[in-house]
């Protein structure tokens, strides 16, 4: 990268620039001692949920295969800590309902050095046997999605992949465990680099970065093999710059059809974190214990970046981090404009979270009870739509229940639910919590119509009743994250 790529930003069209408040930069990523009780939930990935294979009363080592994956659209789970199985029955999760979750007490004398997994001769494997490996190992994309990684690393036969793009963006305000993982664990990223390019029989990567990285940029700058099949590049600073999307027509130039994948333009992307940890574990054949955790906000008494086993209950995280008053503070998991905020205390770190924020309860309410005004028709929203949506009329739509036509005529499938939206409205319409109800209600129709037409060729009958998503609301709480609180 030269002077020539910082002046010219790359970037997409639209977007936003909310405050970047990523005060946890410079603060190289620390461990905390384990918990004494993990909680680890079958379903934690996109997909179907692992299948325990421990007992209740049996003891595990840290690293050891305690659920087997479920068919392609499942990946295991593996011990994060020595100890023994506890129970294995319904938690409080962080997707919302109880679900099953296998429960580990902790010996005290846990060592956080790994020594489950068979060292393995990466250069000896074909394509096929490293996305094997890559499911063996558990991951899925760390940046949120918690898509398996071994299903985004197999392309379909008919395409052709030439480019591995990697995220190294860290678009949402806070975060900053990206940011340090790839100052920290600069090897291991151009390790995994190298073994997901051949997976996917890519000749090139481009790691995009944010242009307010630098110090990122030059650590990776100093590892680039001189052959040039992999480089990094600046890109803007700028909200949803890490979304799959934008982030190709950023690096590459290149636009992804509406409603499409990335394979269709010859791509596939992974987020650095995920790269990182697969550069690591794959040559030692072992399992994803851990993942980088960004944990700060204005409730924090030491924020920073820690390695956070998985399965780690929120609450022995913030208790050693510093926070106080936990009853009068707003925890979100994630980055404040597409994070989720949480209920209980007692759910554990999964293998999406990228981050954990603290913020005061008080003024996140007093800022999600804002007054809504009418649509003043001013635009903004449309200017800031990365997927180059309407949004003001979509909300109408929201307003009268219209979802199939919001569906059918105005695209509300692209909608990735980024909130730009939302954030720049100044009438404070919940214009994306209205998006995430309507598809949400599209899907149950879908669902539904799916399972009477299965009904209908079966030759059953059956009363549908009127559980057709009528009886809700399409105007939806007002959230108040995609405001990106404040300190
Ligand atoms: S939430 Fe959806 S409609 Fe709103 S800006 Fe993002 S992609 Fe566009
Ligand atoms: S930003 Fe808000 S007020 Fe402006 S056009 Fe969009 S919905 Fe209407």
Redesign the pocket.
């Known amino acids: 990268m030269n002077l020539f790529s910082f002046i010219t930003r790359k970037s997409f069209a639209r977007g936003v620039h909310p405050a970047s408040n990523k005060s946890t930069a410079g603060t190289p990523l620390r461990r905390l001692p384990f918990a004494p009780r993990m909680i680890l939930p079958l379903a934690q990935h996109i997909g179907k949920p692992a299948v325990p294979i421990v007992s209740v009363g049996q003891e595990v080592v840290r690293g050891q295969l305690i659920a087997r994956a479920d068919g392609f659209m499942s990946v295991p789970l593996h011990a994060p800590v020595d100890g023994v199985v506890e129970a294995i029955e319904l938690m409080p999760s962080a997707r919302g309902p109880w679900t099953e979750s296998i429960v580990i007490h902790t010996y005290e004398a846990s060592t956080q050095e790994q020594r489950w997994g068979e060292p393995r001769d990466m250069d000896a494997l074909t394509p096929q046997e490293i996305i094997q490996a890559v499911q063996d190992s558990g991951m899925v994309g760390l940046g949120g999605a918690a898509f398996p990684s071994h299903v985004k690393l197999t392309v379909p036969k008919d395409r052709k992949i030439h480019t591995l793009v990697v995220n190294g963006c860290e678009c949402e305000p806070y975060l900053t465990c990206d940011h340090r993982v790839m100052i920290e664990r600069t090897d291991d990223l151009i390790q995994g680099i190298r073994y997901a390019m051949r997976a996917i029989g890519a000749d090139k990567a481009v790691i995009g970065v944010e242009d307010n990285k630098p110090d990122a940029v030059a650590a990776i700058q100093a590892k680039l093999p001189s052959d040039g099949s992999i480089t990094v590049v600046a890109v803007e600073t700028k909200y949803p710059q890490g979304a799959e999307k934008m982030l190709i027509k950023s690096a590459l130039g290149l636009d992804v059809p509406a409603g499409g994948l990335p394979s269709e333009v010859g791509v596939v992307v992974n987020n650095v974190g995920t790269l990182a940890l697969l550069g690591r574990l794959l040559p030692s054949g072992q399992g994803l214990t851990e993942r980088a955790v960004t944990v700060t906000g204005p409730g924090i008494k030491r924020p920073g970046d820690y390695w956070v086993p998985i399965g780690t209950p929120l609450r022995h995280i913030l208790a050693w981090a510093g926070a106080d008053d936990v009853s009068e503070r707003e925890i979100i998991l994630g980055g404040p404009m597409m994070g989720q905020a949480i209920a209980s205390l007692d759910v554990p770190v999964t293998k999406g979270v990228s981050g954990i924020l603290v913020f005061d309860r008080r003024r996140v309410e007093a800022e999600s009870q804002r007054k809504i005004y009418p649509c003043i028709k001013c635009g903004e ?1 449309v200017n ?4 180059g ?1 309407n ?1 003001s009329m ?1 909300g109408l739509l929201a307003e009268h229940r219209e979802y199939d036509h919001m569906g059918r005529d105005y695209h509300l499938g692209d ?8 954030f720049v409205c100044p009438s404070n319409i919940p ?2 919590q209205q ?1 995430k109800v309507a598809k949400g209600i599209l899907r149950e129709r879908a669902a539904l119509a799916k399972a009477k037409a299965e009904l209908h060729e079966s030759g059953e009958r059956f009363d549908f009743g009127h559980a057709e998503g009528e009886g809700r609301k399409g105007g939806g709480s007002r959230h108040p994250i995609n405001k990106a609180p404040t300190p």
Do not use: K, N, Q, S
């Open positions: 929203c800031a739509c990365p997927m949506l949004p979509l909608c990735f639910e980024c909130g730009c939206c939302t214009l994306v998006f």
